[in-house]
T-cell receptor, first 109, second 115 residues
Framework: QQQVKQSPQSLIVQKGGISIINCAYE??????FPWYQQFPGKGPALLIA?????SEKKEGRFTISFNKSAKQFSLHIMDSQPGDSATYFC????????FGTGTRLKVLA | SAVISQKPSRDICQRGTSLTIQCQVD?????MFWYRQQPGQSLTLIAT?????????ESGFVIDKFPISRPNLTFSTLTVSNMSPEDSSIYLC????????????FGEGSRLTVL
């Protein structure tokens, strides 16, 4: 399957800090760029997503930034909370979606 | 949105046997996806299942090992055939809501352990 790489693999942030996760993809035909959040024992759930016609989208504490030329997009979590501790996946695609390698985020209280 | 129910939620199976996982959606959907997630790992797409046509398998996955049925717009099954311990994983059914959004909805998955 096509490579979708995330960095970092794991991240520890203090409560109130900023968490930044990056995703790099190869396929220039992708037209949907989402981030999913997964808690243990649950399926992934959509957090935020962007289409390639905009460079940034903000929803509450979550911002997604998109760099089409670099084939990268990132997730910024502002004012990180212990409840944000989860695994995050990017999953770009068109009609089917390839999940990134995952980032395990731990927010310390 | 879509609510997905999977059965079984977990099972322990013997090597060489087969297990069928069922996926029921609360609304009609065109595309259904089957993913595999090994413990602590990412999700890997197994196949895409459209109603009325053969499933499309990703590289590394074959129909003989993972036969899929899609008899209608709300239901699908994935069979894991001739299981080995390497098949121990969580199998997840997923759908898109259609329209302009590509959002995927997931069930809680079926955790399979092969002894």
């Amino acid at each position: 399957q096509q490579q979708v790489k995330q960095s970092p693999q794991s991240l520890i942030v203090q409560k109130g800090g900023i968490s930044i996760i990056n995703c790099a993809y190869e396929n220039t035909a992708f037209d949907y760029f989402p981030w999913y959040q997964q808690f243990p024992g649950k399926g992934p759930a959509l957090l935020i997503a962007i289409r390639p016609d905009v460079s940034e989208k903000k929803e509450g504490r979550f911002t997604i930034s998109f760099n089409k030329s670099a084939k990268q997009f990132s997730l910024h979590i502002m004012d990180s909370q212990p409840g944000d501790s989860a695994t995050y996946f990017c999953a770009p695609g068109t009609y089917k979606y390839i999940f990134g390698t995952g980032t395990r985020l731990k927010v310390l209280a | 949105s879509a609510v997905i129910s999977q059965k079984p939620s977990r099972d322990i199976c013997q090597r060489g046997t087969s297990l069928t996982i069922q996926c029921q959606v609360d609304s009609q959907v065109t595309m259904m996806f089957w993913y595999r997630q090994q413990p602590g790992q990412s999700l890997t797409l197994i196949a895409t299942a459209n109603q009325g046509s053969e499933a499309t398998y990703e590289s590394g996955f074959v129909i003989d090992k993972f036969p899929i049925s899609r008899p209608n717009l709300t239901f699908s099954t994935l069979t894991v055939s001739n299981m080995s311990p390497e098949d121990s994983s969580i199998y997840l059914c997923s759908v898109t809501s259609g329209g302009d959004t590509g959002e995927l909805f997931f069930g809680e998955g079926s955790r399979l352990t092969v002894l």
